[in-house]
Each structure stands twice: as structure tokens, then as C-alpha cells.
């Protein structure tokens, strides 16, 4: 089975534009949550998405969203870049969501100029 | 608020040498902890998920434990190898907001 894929890679973007990300689940798997990675912050939960609905959500502003299609990939996107927004973006997936061994991807490597 | 704490930051180990990582959280009400390892610039690969009635879990040379009553969870790679070498960081599953919260992970290196 092939792994999570997460595109593109990398990304370089300036202060106030947006930007969209993109995960593609593990076949068969129906959640997916997407993580933010700082060297300041570490680890952050952003939301998980299930059957195309955000089911959770962490505690990051409106300029940030997400969606989910009907074949469970997903996308995040960011509104009106800061720098801060700097960061490795991560999609993990699992099959059903809560509780369950999460499938990381490689990330999004994201600079904010 | 749950708080995940993983000590120490960075451990530097010969070949060969068994070694305990240590995650210790706030809050005993969670569902499960996962342990993760992480290569430099990639994304994380689970290594053990405990759930919170099971004390331990075991896959090859390492075993997890879990003591919830006092917040503790322990990581032990037996006879580490070069290719060990990672930052490993734990998360816990909160029960109720079923969020997990990472610790800030130990950067472990293994020399040959």
C-alpha cells in the first residue's frame, strides 16, 4: 500500500499571500489530521478531518482551514501568510480516527518571506 | 491543560548500549500515548501506541510502558544501533477532547 503523500514538498511564499496544501490518505483510510511543527512550538494539532467533515480542532486562527473530499484526501489552507506561519506542515491518517496508529506523511515545508 | 514533557532533550549513546527514554504527562485522563520517531526533515513513523488499560507494548528491541496513575511513560530500546538515531517524541490522546498533545521529543544519537 502506498504511504501518505503530502504535496508540494516545499514552499516559498511572501508575507499576505495564501497558500493551499495538499494530503492524500493511506487507501482506505477515512481521517485525516493535520499537524503544524515550529521549532518553537513543537507539535500542534490543527483539525482532523472524517467523512468530509472537520470532526476536532485546535486552537489555531480562522486563517486557517482545511477540507475533505469524498475519496478522504484532504487540503489546508492559509489565508493572509505571516511569518510565523513558517513551519513543517504534516498529514496523518488513519481508518476510522480516534485512537487509532496514525500514518504520518513526509510534510510540507513551508517559509513565509 | 495537558502538558507533555520528554527528558532528556538530547542523548548521546555508544553502540550497543541499552537506553530508556522517558515522556511524562499532566493530566492522567488520557486514552492512549503513542511513541513516534522522527528523521531529520521527515515526517514521523509510529513506533508503539499503548492504550490507556495496557501497561506495556513491545515490538522488537523496544518496549513501552505506561503508568497513568503517576504520568509516565518510558521508552526502552534494547542494543541500539546507528541507525536509531532520531528524534523520538511521545503523544498522548486526550480523553474527552480526543486531541493529541505531543511532547517536545529527545534527539537521540548513537554512535558507532
Known amino acids: 500500500k502506498a504511504g501518505v503523500t503530502q504535496t508540494p514538498r516545499y514552499l516559498i511564499k511572501t508575507r499576505g499571500q495564501q497558500v493551499t496544501l495538499s494530503c492524500s490518505p493511506i487507501s482506505g483510510h477515512r481521517s485525516v489530521s493535520w499537524y503544524q511543527q515550529t521549532p518553537g512550538q513543537g507539535l500542534q494539532f490543527l483539525f482532523e478531518y472524517f467523512s468530509e467533515t472537520q470532526r476536532n480542532k485546535g486552537n489555531f486562527p480562522g486563517r486557517f482551514s482545511g477540507r475533505q473530499f469524498s475519496n478522504s484526501r484532504s487540503e489546508m489552507n492559509v489565508s493572509t501568510l505571516e511569518l510565523g506561519d513558517s513551519a513543517l506542515y504534516l498529514c496523518?491518517?488513519?481508518?476510522?480516527?480516534?485512537?487509532?496508529?496514525?500514518?504520518f506523511g513526509p510534510g510540507t515545508r513551508l517559509t513565509v518571506l | 491543560k495537558q502538558e507533555v514533557t520528554q527528558i532528556p532533550a538530547a542523548l548521546s549513546v555508544p553502540e550497543g548500549e541499552n537506553l530508556v527514554l522517558n515522556c511524562s504527562f499532566t493530566?492522567?485522563?488520557?486514552?492512549?500515548l503513542q511513541w513516534f520517531r522522527q528523521d531529520p526533515g521527515k515526517g514521523l513513523t509510529s513506533l508503539l501506541l499503548?492504550?490507556?488499560?495496557?501497561r506495556e507494548q513491545t515490538s522488537g528491541r523496544l518496549n513501552a510502558s505506561l503508568d497513568k496513575s503517576s504520568g509516565r511513560s518510558t521508552l526502552y530500546i534494547a542494543a541500539s544501533q546507528p541507525g536509531d538515531s532520531a528524534t523520538y517524541l511521545c503523544a498522548v490522546l486526550n480523553s474527552g477532547t480526543y486531541k493529541y498533545i505531543f511532547g517536545t521529543g529527545t534527539r537521540l544519537k548513537v554512535l558507532a
Open positions: 493530566d492522567s485522563a488520557i486514552y492512549n
Open positions: 499503548i492504550q490507556s488499560s495496557q
Open positions: 496523518a491518517s488513519s481508518l476510522e480516527g480516534t485512537g487509532e496508529t496514525q500514518y
